[in-house]
């Protein structure tokens, strides 16, 4: 296992790299998003990645719903999709820390060893060192209350029930939550983007597995994590959904942006 802390690939880029700054925005983000009624605890939560200014409010309504840690350390498993290195079945990064402007994130070692024999699942740092989809989480996590643990995965080609498998012994093995980090349609017109993101919501809300990649990014993980919703009994609530067009006033060309929960009720 490494021992060494993963570098941040995207500070000053997706977010602020001034730790008051990023401190500030995210309070602000977190503080003015509702806190969404949503009957028993989250188990699990979709939210994007995109640069704040795009995304930000977005991933800041799933943030609202993870509980506070008081003097625990909570464990988050956050499962997200390979941009950058192309990835067949899924990989869990070794380092010892993620490290952003607002300090260090430890990575649960102990658990990464623990899942690395299982089918689809191999110990890789390469995929992750310049992936985003993961690191643009971790201030929310550091703003909140308590302290917390990951399990960085990023999941490439892979069928929904390796995915769900993984999620199976994070969730009951090691009590983890988990996060699925995906962003939703890329690059299409305003009015074309809204109408694609409300059939990929209605997908995620009927817990489908075949969710393809032009819907959402993160779709193996989201698959996966559907495909482990429907044995559990968990239903999925949409908590926000906008798109670029929303936020950043160019329309012609948008990413879309939805963020849910998952829960027994």
Request: with cysteine; aromatic share 6%; proline share 7%.
């Amino acid at each position: 296992m490494s021992a060494t802390t993963r570098e941040p690939a995207v500070a000053g880029l997706f977010y602020p790299d001034g730790p008051r700054q990023l401190r500030d925005l995210v309070g602000q983000l977190l503080a003015e998003a509702p806190l969404p009624a949503l009957a028993g605890e989250a188990q699990a939560l979709i939210a994007p990645h995109a640069g704040y200014l795009y995304s930000g409010a977005v991933a800041a309504a799933a943030y609202r719903l993870l509980p506070a840690r008081g003097d625990d350390c909570g464990l988050l498993a956050i499962l997200g999709p390979n941009h950058r290195v192309p990835l067949a079945g899924m990989a869990l990064d070794t380092h010892a820390a993620y490290r952003t402007p607002l300090g260090a994130v430890p990575v649960a070692t102990g658990v990464v060893r623990a899942l690395g024999a299982m089918p689809q699942v191999r110990l890789s740092d390469a995929p992750h060192r310049q992936e985003h989809c993961i690191e643009v989480h971790l201030p929310f996590l550091q703003v909140l209350p308590g302290d917390w643990e990951i399990v960085p995965v990023l999941v490439g080609e892979t069928a929904p029930r390796y995915v769900a498998a993984l999620l199976a012994r994070l969730v009951e093995e090691f009590g983890a939550r988990v996060l699925v980090s995906s962003d939703l349609s890329h690059y299409l017109p305003y009015r074309e983007a809204q109408r694609a993101d409300a059939r990929t919501a209605a997908d995620i809300a009927a817990l489908a597995t075949a969710i393809e990649p032009e819907q959402a990014c993160g779709c193996m993980a989201i698959n996966g994590l559907n495909s482990y919703a429907r044995l559990r009994g968990w239903r999925a609530h949409e908590l926000a959904r906008m798109n670029s067009g929303d936020t950043a006033a160019d329309r012609s060309r948008v990413v879309g942006y939805g963020a849910y929960a998952y829960a027994e009720h």
